[in-house]
């Protein structure tokens, strides 16, 4: 059995980011996925990496994860694109939280600018001058390709940070041993460490299922749909729009905010399905639209179904339809992810023993907060026995 410092059982963004600053530390790192790849939210999703959208804790862990996504970038290609983000209004009362936003974006010191509608209509192609009041756009934000970004991470990580990566690896019991751990797996196999982060929100209700149950967790549905490859048609970056002005953290900080929201209809289809309207184009050319948010308590989130609601798809595209004039409409696929977040937190943290750490929960966040995120919380974990912790040069154990 090896012995390494710190094992992380989960190889999504947040445990794979955690494995990119533990090694960073000089520890001796194991990264162990159930799957062949990773399969779960973390390629289920738009891939935008918005700090603009999150609250003041989170856009700052959201700024720190932009800059080591772009470093990672410069030396491997994990499919950054420094294109932007926009927020398009589509009335007045956008406009207003718009303005708002980019005032306080001027007192953190984060980089943006609004756009008029003429602006906007040269910028985006298709873009429907019925709909576009104006932008607010922010130069610094990233997009990746979901499906490729974590499996080009790990594999970095493994041939030039001496990750050891174990997939097809289920994890059935963590046992404290002292100052060490055992982790056993389903196989037979046992891997010892000093430290256990659990990033998998099914393998911690596997592994600790009373605790899950009575966690705080509750498990979001969300719904996408990605068209064919656009013939020539070139939309850049992330495109967010007024349903997504009304829904953002970062605009619940405007001083208008709230009023704007009472004025809502609760019955709305956008309301009921929590859609809010993005666009991305993936690198094929394709242009991915949604996205509708369902929720259900963690420990019944098969009452979600595994079933696409087609309402929910038809709801989307008509909206998205009122946007933008897409050369091509035809779908190539649509599919759901379902993440984890907290109610009444923003992230689900326990320590089931000193050494033990369970860290999930990070919900729509992961892809932009994660990174930053994962470099406090190794930071606060080894805060107390890094003066113990040998730096250590150790040979490529890829178990891949």
Request: with cysteine; charged share 20%.
């Amino acid at each position: 059995m090896k012995h390494y410092d710190l094992i992380i059982i989960g190889g999504g963004i947040l445990g794979t980011f955690h494995a990119y600053h533990a090694l960073h530390m000089g520890l001796k790192v194991a990264l162990i996925e159930q799957h062949s790849q990773p399969q779960s939210a973390t390629v289920r999703n738009f891939g935008q990496v918005v700090p603009s959208g999150m609250n003041a804790v989170w856009q700052r862990l959201g700024r720190e994860s932009l800059m080591y996504y772009k470093a990672i970038q410069e030396k491997f290609d994990i499919s950054v694109r420094q294109n932007g983000t926009v927020y398009l209004a589509s009335n007045n009362e956008e406009m207003t939280l718009l303005e708002e936003l980019a005032d306080i974006n001027k007192s953190n010191d984060y980089a943006s600018h609004m756009l008029t509608a003429r602006q906007c209509l040269d910028r985006y192609e298709g873009l429907r001058a019925d709909y576009c009041k104006g932008g607010l756009f922010f130069p610094e934000e990233i997009t990746v390709e979901p499906r490729v970004a974590v499996y080009r991470l790990l594999q970095y990580l493994v041939e030039q940070h001496t990750l050891s990566y174990f997939p097809h690896t289920l994890i059935s019991d963590i046992q404290p041993q002292g100052e060490h751990c055992v982790i056993a797996a389903s196989d037979g196999r046992r891997f010892v460490s000093d430290k256990v982060i659990v990033c998998n929100g099914s393998e911690f209700k596997a592994l600790y299922p009373q605790l899950f149950a009575e966690s705080n967790l509750q498990a979001v549905k969300i719904q996408m749909l990605q068209t064919v490859p656009q013939p020539s048609q070139r939309l850049a970056g992330s495109i967010l729009t007024g349903l997504t002005i009304r829904r953002y953290e970062s605009f619940a900080e405007c001083p208008s905010y709230q009023a704007i929201k009472a004025q809502e209809d609760p019955g709305s289809p956008a309301r009921q399905w929590g859609v809010h309207i993005l666009f991305k184009q993936a690198a094929d050319g394709s242009v991915i639209i949604g996205d509708s948010h369902e929720y259900a308590d963690a420990a019944h989130a098969e009452a979600l179904g595994f079933d696409l609601n087609e309402d929910i798809n038809r709801y989307m595209l008509e909206e998205a339809a009122k946007i933008f004039n897409l050369q091509h409409w035809q779908l190539q696929r649509s599919w759901y992810g379902i993440y984890s977040q907290c109610k009444g937190s923003e992230i689900f943290q326990h320590n089931v023993a000193d050494n033990i750490h369970i860290v999930t929960g990070i919900g729509g966040k992961g892809m932009t907060g994660s990174a930053g995120f994962a470099k406090e919380n190794i930071n606060d974990i080894f805060r107390d026995s890094m003066h113990t912790v040998p730096h250590r040069n150790v040979s490529i154990n890829n178990q891949s």
